[in-house]
T-cell receptor, first 113, second 118 residues
Framework: AQSVTQLDSHVSVSEGTPVLLRCNYS??????LFWYVQHPNKGLQLLLKYTSAATLVKGINGFEAEFKKSETSFHLTKPSAHMSDAAEYFCVVSDQGTYKYIFGTGTRLKVLA | GAVVSQHPSRVICKSGTSVKIECRSLDFQATTMFWYRQFPKQSLMLMAT?????????EQGVEKDKFLINHASLTLSTLTVTSAHPEDSSFYIC??????????????FGPGTRLLVL
């Protein structure tokens, strides 16, 4: 069975400092992994996805994530946080075959001025 | 590309009435659409998977007679909450995947519908 664990429910950073949102996955095969962002009362926007190509994935708005098989991790990073990055972030693994998404519990990012 | 819309964005209804929520893929044909429910400050819970022209597949614990799903075309799926009660108040989000084996992995989400049942 597949699963994802988001290690932090809340993360606070100062504007202009790096962002690190942690995600570990469990899968019996090479997974497809995604990061989505949700702003208040909005749907989810795809930030980036990993589908067994390059292990370093670049996404929108300056975000990137690195797939590390040895550590079963897919952490999301951004070099410099912006106030508009404040939102809920979800790490997701896609079930092979059904394409159902298995969501992490989410990490709320707060950006301090 | 890959825009999904939902209508309405917000609805308030009286207890006992039915509410229909539409989910449309605007610039692509959707092989599959998914319906989720999200409680405040929580993650998304998958309710059902919908394929065009066939019956929806409901997740365990989701009442199919309560949450009616129709997927009449490759660009439209509807969720009808029948005889709504206050406990059905929630944020309902749909998503869609594009046709094509490698494309089905990525879901594109609608903006969500906030339902409040009084």
């Amino acid at each position: 069975a597949q699963s994802v664990t988001q290690l932090d429910s809340h993360v606070s950073v100062s504007e202009g400092t790096p962002v690190l949102l942690r995600c570990n996955y469990s899968s019996s095969y090479s997974p497809s992994l995604f990061w989505y962002v949700q702003h208040p009362n909005k749907g989810l926007q795809l930030l980036l996805k990993y589908t067994s190509a390059a292990t370093l994935v670049k996404g929108i708005n300056g975000f990137e994530a690195e797939f590390k098989k040895s550590e079963t991790s897919f952490h999301l990073t951004k070099p410099s946080a912006h106030m508009s990055d404040a939102a809920e972030y979800f790490c997701v693994v896609s079930d092979q075959g059904t394409y159902k998404y298995i969501f992490g519990t989410g990490t709320r990012l707060k950006v301090l001025a | 590309g890959a825009v999904v819309s939902q209508h309405p964005s917000r609805v308030i209804c009286k207890s006992g009435t039915s509410v229909k929520i539409e989910c449309r893929s605007l610039d692509f044909q959707a092989t599959t659409m998914f319906w989720y429910r999200q409680f405040p400050k929580q993650s998304l819970m998958l309710m059902a998977t919908s394929n065009e022209g066939s019956k929806a597949t409901y997740e365990q614990g989701v009442e199919k007679d309560k949450f009616l799903i129709n997927h009449a075309s490759l660009t439209l799926s509807t969720l009808t909450v029948t005889s709504a009660h206050p406990e059905d108040s929630s944020f309902y989000i749909c998503s869609a995947t594009r046709q094509g084996a490698s494309l089905q992995e990525t879901q594109y989400f609608g903006p969500g519908t906030r339902l409040l049942v009084l």
